[in-house]
């Protein structure tokens, strides 16, 4: 079976403060991790995946197969950053169906 | 608006009465998913379609709902004699085989 977790239900920091998202799954097999964002009365969006090994919006996410993480960080955090996170996985399942983690609601204060 | 739609937005029904939800998928998107997310959890995936097929359900699928994509385009989510525990967001997310899934802005479902 295959699981996300994300410990913090709320993270809260302040403005230029570093910013990190914990997440951690177990799966058995080799996983693909990404990062989806949900702003404001937004629609779910991909921020990022890990195998595209990319840095959006000053996010960067590595995966840790030994620690079984995928924590989002970014090192100043931006007031428009405010948002719901949440952590999904997709194994080696032929339908790419994702499994998310309950997700982190980041509050960014001036 | 080329994303994915879906219709309605928000459904209020009494108890043991029957909804249907639709969802747009991105045009020539072979792959449409369903997900459910109730308050304050994650997404929790429930069925999936590539082109007209129906490949993959969930557990958490039971024989109330039932969901078709009869031409491989739009699809239809429906629960038959809804339960207070049927509340939730139900999302609709659709991509080509292997990439990205694009959700759509999802129907909240009241049941009374």
């Known amino acids: 079976a295959q699981r996300v977790t994300q410990p913090e239900k709320l993270l809260s920091v302040f403005k230029g403060a570093p910013v990190e998202l914990k997440c951690n799954y177990s799966y058995s097999g080799s996983p693909e991790l990404f990062w989806y964002v949900q702003y404001s009365r937004q629609r779910l969006q991909l921020l990022l995946r890990h195998i595209s090994r990319e840095s959006i919006k000053g996010f960067t996410a590595d995966l840790n197969k030994g620690e079984t993480s995928f924590h989002l960080k970014k090192p100043f955090a931006q007031e428009e950053d405010s948002a719901m996170y949440y952590c999904?996985?997709?194994?080696?399942?032929?339908?790419?169906?994702?499994?998310f983690g309950g997700g982190t609601r980041l509050m960014v204060k001036p | 608006d080329t994303g994915v739609s879906q219709d309605p937005r928000h459904k209020i029904t009494k108890r043991g009465q029957n909804v249907t939800f639709r969802c747009d998928p991105i045009s020539e998107h072979n792959r449409l998913y369903w997900y459910r997310q109730t308050l304050g959890q994650g997404p929790e995936f429930l069925t999936y379609?590539?082109?007209?097929?129906?490949?993959?359900k969930s557990r958490l699928l039971s024989d109330r709902f039932s969901a078709e994509r009869p031409k491989g385009s739009f699809s239809t989510l429906e629960i038959q004699r809804t339960e207070q525990g049927d509340s939730a967001m139900y999302l609709c997310?659709?991509?080509?085989?292997?990439?990205?899934?694009?959700f759509g802005p999802g129907t909240r479902l009241t049941v009374l």
């Open positions: 379609f590539q082109n007209e097929a129906q490949l993959e």
């Open positions: 997310a659709s991509s080509l085989i292997g990439n990205e899934q694009f």
């Open positions: 999904a996985l997709s194994g080696s399942n032929a339908g790419n169906m994702l499994t």
